[in-house]
């Protein structure tokens, strides 16, 4: 049953996770709110793994995810549910037309969903600070990796190597 | 392949333009675009659409399941690694550190991404809005991209009809 729902969620998520890899956040996040498959906890520690291992970051998030409810097996369904939908509608416009373009409607569509979506981010990001933020200290060490991030764009495992050895020093 | 979407362009050039000449550069900036225009994972998509034109449905399954392959080894190896340390002290110092850079970077998307979509008052309305709404009431995220996008489409629609 659980390898169902794990189908049926990851495909959700890749129908409608529109914009990229970190779109996926909020979708997991409501998964931890409904099943019992990973926490909030274990979801910020997979997003940093995701951000920090090589390939499609969404991709990662859903093997992750998946390994984590199901293991191997889970890992499979999650990562192949993610891609069917968007690879069955890629296969019919490439088979229906030869030159796709955007039609007027699916950019309508796209750049309402835009600003919700990136509220659906900063949304799933709120929790995540209130389980990780508890002290003074660690929300000095939150916003001077911010500020950081803002002025020298570094890739992100810059950033997460570096939090890591300043919570081993630190011992936060 | 580090970062995803976007920062792949650039070796998606060398590879399938320079080195193999699977496409043209006008070609693949066309795929990127579309690329961004249909659901799923934009590095996901471009491989479809690439194994597609090349050798239809069976280019476009070897091209996806060769994206997605290297991220299923890589990411089960580190989760079962990491499973096996996860109770270490250690580490658990690392996480405590790592989840406050994962919190300072999903805010550093969220300011990346307002900049460059919302520049409009309407979409400032509209993301303030959503985001008010999603403190208060528990929608799935599905739900509201459908309500979202279709509202969208319909208030496009009326423009179209009354409005020109």
């Known amino acids: 049953m659980t390898h169902l729902l794990l189908f049926i969620e990851f495909f959700k998520i890749g129908l409608f996770a529109i914009g990229g890899g970190l779109v996926t956040i909020p979708f997991l996040f409501n998964l931890t709110e409904k099943y019992d498959w990973f926490s909030r906890l274990e979801l910020t520690n997979m997003i940093a793994i995701a951000e920090s291992t090589p390939g499609p970051i969404g991709v990662n998030m859903a093997t992750y995810a998946g390994f984590n409810t199901e293991g191997i097996i889970g890992a499979l369904i999650a990562t192949f549910a993610l891609v069917l939908p968007s690879f069955i509608i890629i296969v019919i416009i490439s088979r229906l037309m030869d030159k796709y373009s955007c039609n007027i409607r699916v950019k309508d569509f796209l750049s309402g969903v835009r600003p919700a979506v990136i509220a659906l981010i900063l949304w799933a990001g709120v929790p995540l600070a209130q389980i990780s933020l508890t002290s003074e200290l660690n929300i000095l060490i939150f916003a001077a990796i911010l500020a950081a991030m803002r002025l020298w764009k570094k890739s992100p495992i810059f950033y997460i190597i570096l939090s890591a050895i300043t919570g081993i020093v630190l011992k936060l | ?164």
């Open chain 2, 1 to 164: 392949m580090f970062g995803g979407g976007a920062a792949m362009l650039p070796i998606l050039k060398a590879e399938i333009v320079d080195k193999r000449r699977y496409a043209t550069a006008d070609e693949l900036v066309d795929l990127y675009s579309i690329s961004q225009c249909t659901p799923g994972i934009i590095a996901v998509n471009i491989a479809t659409f690439i194994g597609h034109k090349l050798r239809g449905i069976s280019g476009a399954v070897v091209a996806t399941l060769g994206v997605i392959t290297p991220a299923i080894f890589i990411i089960i190896a580190v989760a079962s690694i990491l499973s096996q340390f996860m109770d270490n002290r250690y580490v658990i110092y690392a996480f405590s550190g790592i989840r406050l850079a994962v919190v300072a970077l999903i805010i550093n998307v969220v300011i990346d991404l307002a900049r460059n979509n919302i520049k409009h008052w309407g979409k400032t309305l509209v993301f303030v809005g959503t985001f008010i709404f999603l403190l208060f009431v528990k929608i799935s995220p599905a739900l509201l991209v459908i309500i979202m996008g279709t509202g969208a489409v319909a208030l496009g629609e009326l423009q179209r009809r009354y409005f020109k």
